[in-house]
């Protein structure tokens, strides 16, 4: 069991650009959340999606944030039209789909964008 | 209401000394009390968790002690070791009201010197 999969682990963008950031949940989890971690903060919640829904994106600015969980493949956290204050490390955790919650979570090891 | 204030920022202790960590919190539907602990390049890693209807939980060298009436808990490490250091979260949910989503504080940085 490969754990949570986070696919680049970095990534450097220009302003303007946009960024495909992917998750794959472990092996038998159906639920799926980003989180961004600032610099010297702690882990914001952006957005809860199960296969092919979007459950909670409270987190989630209005604009230029959006995310997917397809029925294959992995999840897909894209942010268009980056700017600098985009960078930060974006986290993926997984769930199992027997409503544990938080208390089930995985953390990936996150992908760290840089805006340039 | 949504937030969860964690203090110190940073701690230094020595090898076989005890750590700890305090947060507070102000919204009363949180039910769920986890800390994580992470290390430089990887993701947060769930460490020990409490519900409110305990005041402690122990498991090794890690005890969460549990304050409902002041809104707070702590995280203690005993005989604290170098293979401890490493950033520390406390976080909150409100699991009981459906939603899987957890409020993070801002985290301290836990040094042990040999």
């Known amino acids: 069991n490969a754990g949570v999969m986070q696919n680049p682990r970095h990534l450097v963008r220009r302003r303007g650009q946009e960024a495909r950031l992917r998750c794959s949940p472990m092996?038998?989890?159906?639920?799926v959340y980003w989180y961004r971690q600032l610099p010297e903060e702690g882990l914001k919640f952006m957005v809860y999606l199960q296969k092919e829904n979007i459950i909670d994106e409270s987190g989630m600015p209005k604009e230029r944030f959006s995310a997917e969980f397809p029925k294959e493949g992995p999840s897909i956290l894209r942010i268009q039209q980056v700017v600098r204050g985009d960078s930060a490390a974006y986290f993926c955790?997984?769930?199992?789909?027997?409503?544990?919650?938080?208390?089930?979570?995985?953390f990936g090891s996150g992908t760290r964008l840089t805006v340039v | 209401q949504q937030q969860v204030k964690q203090s110190p920022q940073s701690l230094i202790v020595q090898k076989g000394g005890i750590s700890i960590i305090n947060c507070a919190y102000e919204n009363t539907a949180f039910d769920y009390f986890p800390w994580y602990q992470q290390f430089p390049g990887k993701g947060p890693a769930l460490l020990i968790a409490?519900?409110?209807?305990?005041s402690e939980k122990k498991e090794g060298r890690f005890t969460i002690s549990f304050n409902k009436s002041a809104k707070q808990f702590s995280l203690h490490i005993m005989d604290s070791q170098p293979g401890d250091s490493a950033t520390y979260f406390c976080a909150a949910s409100p699991i009981s009201y459906n939603t899987d989503k957890l409020i993070f504080g801002t985290g301290t940085r836990l040094q042990v010197f040999p």
């Open positions: 955790a997984s769930s199992p789909p027997n409503g544990a919650g938080p208390g089930g979570y995985t």
């Open positions: 092996k038998g989890h159906s639920h």
């Open positions: 409490i519900r409110p209807d305990v």
